[in-house]
């Protein structure tokens, strides 16, 4: 699989694994599933397996590869934290991460509980520094010290993110998140299929600025320097494909200005398969849906006051602006 993407958030993608098993709502239409499910059987294409989980561990070293610094969006086409993946896989992928701190490297989960339990322990970092020694390079005096430093702190190039569709899994997965020592922690809010208060999410780490958490995490992640204490960046995004479920725009508009008053860079992806009849559509299928996710047909009459005018028009014509301009923010590296 070639390494170059089209999605707008990143700059290359890197699989060393593939496949996965759907966990919750935002899985239903899963884009990587459906694709390769059309190989399964085919002898000797990449998805031959299909959507099976296969580790790729030819493809552990493709960074180290590239010369050039970007950001990679590290398994576009599965989950690292799946339970079928095993820990020591895991750390020779962090151990390339370490490895090649020129590029920055965005992990999104919808696997928040492994993830936090795997990376807050000093055992996991010294399994990177063992299996780097053994499987990829450096003496064991270098990789000792790998592991002796990552057991204090995260690696400074790893970003960490939860996807978030709804406020039920805002509720479970940003605590997850917030506990999980990491240099910088995003939200991928895509595909958004309901209202998301994140402040809401953030209460449940005992108060309002999240300071139910250990204090040297409050001081590490500078937890003050915004509102949303401990969340960098918001990605949201309608879903697309064949059985794509409309974004209401009132919920896009709710996240960027939460991101607004918080000082949280904010990025819409795309709105997906179903634009807003005003913003120039007035053709392709018709969707009502309210701010609650609920559709409506013309014949449900009346519709509530808050349902908007969805047409299907495709997601190169749906576009990606939001009240007439686009959302690009991406934090720093």
Request: charged share 20%; aromatic share 8%.
């Amino acid at each position: 699989m070639a390494d170059s993407t089209s999605i707008e958030w990143t700059d290359s993608t890197w699989n060393p694994v593939t496949g996965c098993t759907k966990i919750s709502d935002g899985c239903t239409n899963c884009y990587a599933e459906t694709f390769a499910e059309r190989w399964r059987g085919t002898a000797g294409h990449h998805f031959e397996n299909g959507f099976d989980i296969t580790l790729r561990p030819d493809r552990l070293r493709l960074p180290m590869t590239w010369r050039t610094p970007r950001r990679v969006f590290l398994d576009s086409m599965s989950d690292l934290f799946h339970t079928d993946i095993p820990d020591h896989y895991i750390a020779q992928v962090f151990a390339v991460m370490a490895l090649t701190p020129q590029h920055t490297y965005q992990v999104l989960t919808k696997r928040h509980g492994r993830m936090k339990t795997l990376l807050s322990g000093p055992a996991f970092w010294h399994l990177v520094a063992e299996q780097g020694r053994e499987h990829l390079s450096g003496c064991q005096q270098d990789w000792l010290a790998v592991g002796a430093m990552l057991g204090g702190q995260p690696l400074p190039n790893v970003w960490l993110g939860v996807s978030v569709e709804d406020q039920k899994w805002a509720d479970i997965r940003i605590p997850a998140l917030l506990g999980t020592p990491a240099a910088v922690r995003f939200l991928s809010c895509e595909p958004l299929l309901g209202p998301v208060n994140l402040k809401r999410a953030v209460i449940t780490m005992g108060s309002e600025r999240g300071h139910g958490l250990t204090t040297s995490y409050v001081h590490a992640a500078g937890c003050c320097e915004n509102g949303l204490h401990g969340i960098d960046w918001v990605i949201a995004g309608g879903e697309s494909g064949p059985r794509a479920r409309p974004m209401h725009p009132q919920w896009a508009r709710h996240l960027r200005d939460q991101c607004a008053w918080a000082g949280v860079p904010f990025f819409l992806k795309q709105w997906g398969q179903f634009a807003p009849e005003d913003h120039g559509h007035d053709h392709g299928r018709l969707a009502l849906i309210d701010t609650q996710g609920r559709n409506w047909t013309e014949r449900e009459a009346p519709a509530p006051h808050d349902a908007v005018r969805m047409r299907r028009v495709g997601k190169t014509q749906a576009g990606r602006l939001l009240d007439g301009r686009h959302h690009d923010a991406i934090p720093a590296r």
